[in-house]
């Protein structure tokens, strides 16, 4: 499967901004599917990820501020980032597995499938 994220952008504290990762190849519906993000010097992180259950698993850091959700029909998964901060600056990039144990999915080397990721630059 092919992953293509966009929405990025620079935004300032407070705003809100929606990315997308429009899927080709394969239908989505039995993926997991993930969203990490990596700043400057830093490893790849976990952010969020929803089962084909439809189950929503989020990091610490953005519970409350941060959603995602799939849309079956438009192959497409999306990441809502509300309230961001500066601390929020990275590249995001969207990942899929279609056999991912619940004990991984905060895994980012579980991940089979990678978009290409977008930059979300958020200032104070």
């Known amino acids: 499967v092919q992953l293509q994220a966009s929405g990025g952008g620079l935004v300032q504290a407070g705003d809100s901004l929606r990315l997308s990762c429009a899927a080709s190849?394969?239908?989505?519906?039995?993926?997991?599917l993930g969203w990490f993000r990596q700043a400057p010097g830093k490893d790849r992180e976990f952010v969020a990820a929803i089962r084909y259950s439809g189950h929503t698993y989020y990091a610490d850091s953005v519970k409350g501020r941060f959603a995602i959700s799939r849309d079956s029909a438009k192959n497409t998964v999306y990441l809502q980032m509300n309230s961001l901060k500066p601390e929020d600056t990275a590249i995001y990039y969207c990942?899929?597995?279609?056999?991912?144990?619940?004990?991984?999915?905060?895994?980012?080397?579980?991940?089979?499938?990678w978009g290409q990721g977008t930059l979300v630059t958020v200032s104070s």
């Open positions: 990942a899929a597995d279609s056999s991912l144990i619940l004990s991984s999915i905060r895994l980012h080397e579980q991940y089979s499938n």
């Open positions: 190849g394969r239908t989505l519906s039995r993926y997991t």
